[in-house]
């Protein structure tokens, strides 16, 4: 039983930073690849960046430069370095396994909530 656990949201400023945090417990992490996930009120969650198991990245466009994915094996661990942040950043983060047709491995976690306001 793969657990899910984000952490690091917060209320930022537009221009601003945040670093999200996401713990995999129940699985063998380093062989699989990663995604950060976020969804906006009424719209539905979209894939930001995902980073395979030996590290290379991709993100979605409306993203692209400002954020960036990383992983630790070691620690079990995917972050979400997010900068310059905008206020249609705003949503729920979430992060899971993408299994490259569109679906995900796990079961969601709860998630971190991201407010850009002034």
């Known amino acids: 039983q793969v657990r899910l656990v984000e952490s690091g949201g917060g209320l930022v400023q537009p221009g601003g930073s945040l670093r999200l945090s996401c713990a995999v417990s129940?699985?063998?992490?380093?062989?699989?690849?990663l995604g950060w996930y976020r969804q906006a009120p009424g719209k539905q969650r979209e894939l930001v960046g995902t980073i395979t198991n030996v590290g290379s990245t991709n993100y979605a466009d409306s993203v692209k430069g400002r954020f960036t994915v990383s992983r630790d094996n070691a620690k079990k661990s995917v972050y979400l370095q997010m900068n310059s942040l905008k206020a249609e950043d705003t949503a729920v983060y979430y992060c899971?396994?993408?299994?490259?047709?569109?679906?995900?491995?796990?079961?969601w976690g709860q998630g971190t909530q991201v407010t850009v306001s002034s």
């Open positions: 899971n396994s993408p299994t490259g047709n569109g679906d995900y491995r796990w079961s």
């Open positions: 129940g699985s063998i992490f380093s062989f699989f690849p």
